[in-house]
């Protein structure tokens, strides 16, 4: 049995402010008891376990009232605990991971549920990276279903693949701000890229582990010009996650998720962009009623 992670905080304190009424946490992660859903033997890191009602808990205890529960790469294209979390709840979303095996069949049971994206994992730890073609045929898949798609790899990661990514037209989301690589800034091939494509109305970012690309501990102050620069990029296609609950952390402790809301207000202090950021994008691209 996989145990719980060693780092994994569950007291979370209350920010200051709350969060604006009907943000939405628009990346994280459920993990439930291994005797109920299996993890792959493919993994590449332990994971804890996660539950929906913690998860809940620390949602309310920010003021959290939306979210989007993304696939775990440890469950691959199992995708029964995301149906079980998404089972009655209007007011998450979910996101899959989907390939060729995944039958007709399967895609209308998770919309039906509430999915409304796939993220492709081109991150080169996790070995999931799709074929080209394979790649090709899952958008034409998921666009017909009106989903958007999410892009997980490191800038240069990204950067390899401008031929793929340029000619999207579906909603895109790139993952956890780009991969970036703090001590190179914004001058690198892989946010030239980025920028470029959020010129673009059907490329979106997520604000997400600046703590974790951080060359330091909190205050995280190295990564804040970078966080402001792409809200400034696309301030109406920016989306903020807390990626709760924080596998695989490489530094010497997780941070609390009030830290990383907090962390946020410091990044983008303009009261109308963080609502947009929390609330008013979210409500767009996910379809949550306003």
């Known amino acids: 049995m996989v145990l719980p992670h060693p780092l994994y905080q569950r007291d979370t304190r209350t920010p200051v402010p709350l969060a604006p009424a009907g943000s939405c946490d628009c990346h994280f992660h459920v993990y439930g008891d291994p005797a109920r859903y299996p993890q792959s033997e493919e993994r590449t890191f332990e994971v804890p376990i996660a539950t929906w009602d913690e ?9 959290v009232s939306r979210g ?7 469950y691959r294209i199992d995708h029964s605990l995301l149906l079980d979390v998404l089972r009655g709840q209007n007011n998450y979303r979910g996101v899959a991971l989907i390939d ?4 007709e069949q399967e895609l209308a049971r998770l919309h039906e549920a509430g999915v409304r994206g796939a993220r492709f994992n081109f991150a080169g730890f996790l070995k999931m990276a799709p074929s080209r073609p394979s790649f090709e045929r899952s958008i034409a898949r998921i666009s017909e279903l009106g989903w958007f798609a999410k892009v997980h790899g490191t800038g240069d990661e990204l950067a390899a693949l401008e031929a793929w990514l340029r000619p999207l037209r579906l909603p895109v989301v790139i ?8 001590r190179r ?3 690198s091939p892989g946010y030239r890229l980025i920028f470029d494509l959020l010129k673009r109305e059907n490329w979106w970012i997520q604000i997400s582990n600046g703590d974790r690309r951080s060359a330091g501990e ?13 809200v400034d990029a696309a301030s109406d296609r920016a989306i ?17 998720d009030a830290d990383l809301l907090e962390y946020f207000y410091r990044c983008v202090p303009d009261e109308a962009s963080r609502q947009r950021v929390l609330v008013a994008n979210p409500e767009r691209l996910l379809g949550f009623r306003a």
């Open 55 to 63: 998860l809940q808990k620390m949602h309310q205890t920010l003021g």
């Open 68 to 74: 989007v529960c993304v696939q775990a790469t440890a």
């Open 100 to 103: 060729d095996t995944v039958n």
């Open 175 to 182: 993952d956890h701000l780009g991969g970036p690589d703090w």
């Open 185 to 187: 800034g914004l001058d």
């Open 218 to 230: 909190h205050p995280w102050e190295d990564m804040v010009a970078i966080v402001r620069a792409l």
């Open 240 to 256: 903020w996650a807390t990626d709760w609950p924080h596998v695989s952390y490489q530094k010497s402790k997780v941070p609390n």
